[in-house]
């Protein structure tokens, strides 16, 4: 069964952190290159960070270096750390593949307001 299921969102300070897990099942996700994307109301949604199967990672310029994405194979789980949180982070928070595939998980929300 092919799942994706996001978790560790919520309310934080401007300047605060977040660390976001993504916990797959599927062999398409433990092979692949995973990221990171995020939807803020009234957008589309856009591609945050990547990490292939050698561990690069990669990230949109908005959020280069105050976001730090990891993977853990063995627990088949992606994360997303994040720093300097920005009023303008605010989305609900996706992984999936690069380029994403069909499925996706419900997602968490992550606000950052004071």
């Known amino acids: 069964q092919v799942q994706l299921v996001e978790s560790g969102g919520g309310l934080v300070q401007p300047g605060g952190s977040l660390r976001l897990s993504c916990a797959t099942s599927g062999t398409i996700f433990s092979i692949g290159t995973m990221g990171w994307y995020r939807q803020a109301p009234g957008k589309e949604r856009e591609w945050v960070a990547a990490?292939?199967?050698?561990?690069?990672?990669t990230y949109a310029d908005s959020v280069k270096g105050r976001f730090t994405i990891a993977r853990d194979y063995y627990k088949d789980t992606t994360y997303l750390r994040m720093s300097s949180l920005k009023p303008e982070d605010t989305a609900v928070y996706y992984c999936n593949l690069v380029p994403p595939s069909k499925y996706w998980g419900q997602g968490t929300q992550v606000t950052v307001s004071s």
């Open positions: 990490i292939d199967s050698s561990l690069i990672t």
